[in-house]
């Protein structure tokens, strides 16, 4: 996995020169993995997060403000229609996952089981916010709203505002460093390094009780249901 996240970087900092902006090919290309990564639910091993975040850093070395927009664009859109597919698809993937036990433990079952069972419905527009930033969260959200049978409309709208603030943060923060004055290399390798203990702290048993008790009722809610 650490890996993949070096090789998409790299690849992302050869297609992209300090002096020349993102071609149509590259953007289409661009929003095609993140599409992929978004809706189809057993592709979470593409780094995301590290692609667009390094694909907006050498938009801020470009100093592209229309390429800042551009990218906002494409991702929010990329990860929209991939969350909608993922929702229908994710019907299909329900269905298997008892049959598979390799899609199964990808899926994370138990916390999956978890969180359907006890999700607090005040808190869907968190949990599906949730589901853009953490990885884990993210394969289960389109799956547990079909599950619960959350309006597709519904579903639709959170997942849009969640995949512009996703897009809008991601690129930000890619373009911010990609304006600072840094060696060759330097900011591939910082995104690596950073998503590196990310997944280090998401594969904390801690953190993910933490999240389950963010989106779950109380306990006191369950026991009177």
Known sequence: MV??????????????????????????????????????????????????????????????????????????????????????????VIRQVDKIPWVKKHLNEDFTAKVTANLNPKRWQLFIILGRFVPFVRTIVPLSAHRLKLPFKTYFHMSALASVIWASAMVTIGYFFGHLTLPAGVLPVGIVLAIVIAVLVLRSPRFRQFIIDLITKPSQEKDED
């Open 3 to 92: 890996l993949a996240f070096g090789a998409i970087a790299d690849w992302v900092t050869q297609i992209g020169h300090a002096d020349a902006n993102f071609s149509f090919i590259e953007l289409s290309i661009l929003f095609l993995l993140i599409l992929i990564e978004t809706g189809g639910i057993i592709t979470g091993f593409i780094p995301g997060d590290a692609l667009v975040m390094t694909a907006a850093g050498l938009a801020g070395r470009h100093h592209s403000i229309e390429e800042f927009v551009i990218l906002i664009l494409l991702f929010t859109l990329a990860s929209t229609i991939g969350d909608s597919i993922n929702y229908w698809l994710g019907a299909w």
